[in-house]
């Protein structure tokens, strides 16, 4: 009987963490299937042109271009220093 509820109850408390283990891995192949569509788009001279000027447009105005540093800095990416507001790749 004393195994039974100690089974349960270890089968009950990995279920958290398998929950999160599994999320991660959908995160992880969400970003890899992400990557992969915005390189294919950016490989295309005319997609990447508006796009670098759809970015121009919007950190020409200054309050979305503060709200996206801030938006930023809460992921914890790194500021962009001298930043034209260009595409990188």
Known sequence: MVRVQAEAVVAAASQPILM??????????????????????????????????????????????QLLEELMRRLGAPPEEGSEGTLER
């Open 20 to 65: 999160q283990v599994a999320q991660e891995a959908s995160m992880k192949d969400m970003a890899t299937r992400f990557q992969a569509m915005s390189d294919r788009l950016l490989s295309d001279p005319d997609i990447r042109r508006s796009a670098e000027e759809m970015q121009q447009r919007l950190m020409s105005d200054p309050e979305t271009r």
